[in-house]
C-alpha cells in the first residue's frame, strides 16, 4: 500500500560509475544531500551495494523493470558511458537526465565535479530545463525476418567483424540504392552523437536542435564515400551482402551489439521516443564545444568590438 507522504515525495534515480572510487564518493555526497533536503533517492540494486547504502532515511531500492517511473529525474555520476546506460535505462519512461562528468570529454553530462554543490541546490529548488533529443529506432532483419529492434542516442554503427576482411555494404537512402563499399564500418548517427563516434569517423558536427540523420563511412575504398546529413523523416538502409564472407557485428551507442551475417539488413529511422537531457544553463551549443574540446579562441575580438562600438554609439 502506497502512503500519501509517498505519493507526494520528490525522488530521483541515482545511477552512478561505482566501479571508479570517486564517482562513489560522489554518489554518496548527493544522496545525503537530496535526503537532507526531504527528497527521495532511488538506487539500482547492486550500486545500492556498492554504495554501501541500504533502505531508510531518504533512500529506496528500484524494484520495477522501468527504475525511474515516478522520478521527476534520473541524476548519473560517471562520464559519457554511465548517461548512455541511464538513457537506456529509463528510455520508455522519458525521465530526464542529469549527467554530473567525472570522466574525459563527457560531452552529454551538464555538470562538472567542481559544480557539485550548486548542481544539488539546482536539483533542490528545480532550477532546471529539459530539452528532447532526437534518438533512433533500429531494426535488423534477415530473409525478411525481423531479427531485433533497439535504438540509441548516439549511434548504431554497422562494423566488421573480423579485422583482416573488409565489409561489403550497399547502402540506401528512402528505398532507393546510393552506393556499394568495401569498408570497416558505417555509422548512423544523430545529432546528438554528431560529437561521438560520427566525429571519429570523419562526419560533420550537428547543432542539436537541428533535426537530420547523419550516415558516415568508416575507411570506404570508393570514390564517392561522403558523410551524407539527410531528412528526419528518411529512412537508412546498410545491407551486409550476400554470397560473400564478410560478416558484421551492429553497435548502437557501444553498448549493444547485434551479429550481422551475410543477407542481413540494417533498417534506421528517427526514433519513436526522444531522450530527454537536463539543462541547468543556457549557454550556446558553440561554448559547450569550445569547453568540451578546449579548442583555440585566443586573439577573438568579437567582444571587444561590441564593447568600443556601444561606447562610440553611447558618446555619439
Known sequence: MTTSTEQTSRRVLLVAHTGRDDA??????????????????????????????????????ATEP????????????????????AAELTHEVCTPVLGVNLGHVGFLAEAEYDDL???????????YTAEDRLTLDVAVYRD??????????????????????????????????LSRWGCDGVVCATPTGSTAYNFSAGGPVVWPEVEALLLVPISAHA??????????????????????????????????????????????????????????????????????????VEGWRGSAERRRRSTEETDA
Open 144 to 177: 525478411g525476418e525481423l531479427i531485433t529492434r533497439t535504438f540509441a542516442l548516439n549511434e548504431a554503427s554497422v562494423e566488421k567483424a573480423a579485422r583482416e576482411r573488409m565489409l561489403e555494404v550497399v547502402v540506401e537512402i528512402d528505398g532507393r540504392p
Open 66 to 85: 522501468d527504475p525511474s517511473r515516478d522520478c521527476e529525474l534520473v541524476v548519473v555520476i560517471g562520464g559519457d558511458g554511465t548517461i548512455l546506460r
Open 24 to 61: 562513489r564518493d560522489v554518489a554518496r555526497s548527493f544522496t545525503k544531500a537530496l535526503t537532507a533536503h526531504g527528497m527521495v533517492v532511488r538506487l539500482l540494486p547492486q550500486e545500492a551495494g556498492d554504495l554501501a547504502l541500504g533502505t531508510g532515511d531518504g533512500v529506496e531500492i
Open 223 to 296: 570514390l564517392f564515400a561522403r558523410p551524407l546529413v539527410v531528412s528526419p523523416s528518411s529512412t537508412l538502409a546498410v545491407e551486409v551482402l550476400a554470397g560473400t564472407e564478410s560478416a558484421g557485428v551492429l553497435w548502437c551507442d557501444g553498448r549493444r551489439a547485434v551479429e550481422l551475417p551475410p543477407g542481413a539488413r540494417i533498417e534506421v529511422r528517427r526514433g519513436r521516443l526522444p531522450v530527454r537531457l537536463v539543462r541547468l544553463h543556457e549557454a550556446p551549443f558553440t561554448d559547450r564545444l569550445v569547453a568540451k574540446f578546449d579548442l583555440p
Open 117 to 127: 554543490e550548486s548542481t544539488i541546490d539546482a536539483v533542490v529548488q528545480r532550477r
